[in-house]
T-cell receptor
Framework: EAGVAQSPRYKIIEKRQSVAFWCNPISGHATLYWYQQILGQGPKLLIQFQNNGVVDDSQLPKDRFSAERLKGVDSTLKIQPAKLEDSAVYLC???????????????FGPGTRLTVL | AQSVTQLGSHVSVSEGALVLLRCNYSSSVPPYLFWYVQYPNQGLQLLLKYTSAATLVKGINGFEAEFKKSETSFHLTKPSAHMSDAAEYFCAVSRSSGSARQLTFGSGTQLTVLP
């Protein structure tokens, strides 16, 4: 079974530039998550999708971050414009349909490491 | 609201020694608890999870954890450390009910295994 795919793996940009990350979840997984992991910290949830709808985006800095999952499969996360404090690893995870008890295990992709100069 | 506290951001053990990584949680509802491992430049891999069944949970790579409600703890152990166990370990909590099932992570513990 193929895992969660993310690209690019690394990205270096200057502050005020824009950047986009792509995630392809495990086939059949309805729920998709984007996390931000700052160096030395645990992952922090940015946004959660169920199919193509947003379940929770309360921790997404909406003035600069946006995310979409138009067809309920792939997702993109965008930052525009980037700030120095956005330097982090952005992790994508997916899980089966919500409501299936303990089977909501999240499977993580390798992440995209963003450096903002 | 839920939260997780991992005691000790860095732990060093000798190869063959006992590994003990500490995790305490706070949750207003019965929790699900998880331990994840992260190797350099990789995503998180699930080691084990507690979902209200047996309080002693066995995971992959010889790790296990015990849910202790009275102590609000879910410490991770392994009887004998191997060099390949060197990685960062994260404890996480989620609600056992409701639709969101979001994970709240601790700040992580970096495990070093000394030869």
């Amino acid at each position: 079974e193929a895992g969660v795919a993310q690209s690019p793996r690394y990205k270096i940009i200057e502050k005020r530039q824009s950047v986009a990350f792509w995630c392809n979840p495990i086939s059949g997984h309805a729920t998709l998550y984007w996390y931000q992991q700052i160096l030395g910290q645990g992952p922090k949830l940015l946004i959660q999708f169920q199919n193509n709808g947003v379940v929770d985006d309360s921790q997404l800095p909406k003035d600069r971050f946006s995310a979409e999952r138009l067809k309920g499969v792939d997702s993109t996360l965008k930052i525009q414009p980037a700030k120095l404090e956005d330097s982090a690893v952005y992790l994508c995870a997916s899980s089966e349909q919500l409501g299936q008890g303990a089977r909501n295990e999240q499977f993580f992709g390798p992440g995209t490491r963003l450096t903002v100069l | 609201a839920q939260s997780v506290t991992q005691l000790g951001s860095h732990v060093s053990v000798s190869e063959g020694a006992l590994v003990l990584l500490r995790c305490n949680y706070s949750s207003s509802v019965p929790p699900y608890l998880f331990w994840y491992v992260q190797y350099p430049n990789q995503g998180l891999q699930l080691l084990l999870k507690y979902t209200s069944a047996a309080t002693l949970v066995k995971g992959i790579n010889g790790f296990e954890a015990e849910f202790k409600k009275s102590e609000t703890s879910f410490h991770l152990t392994k009887p004998s450390a191997h060099m390949s166990d060197a990685a960062e370990y994260f404890c996480a909590v989620s609600r056992s009910s409701g639709s969101a099932r979001q994970l709240t992570f601790g700040s992580g513990t970096q495990l070093t295994v000394l030869p």
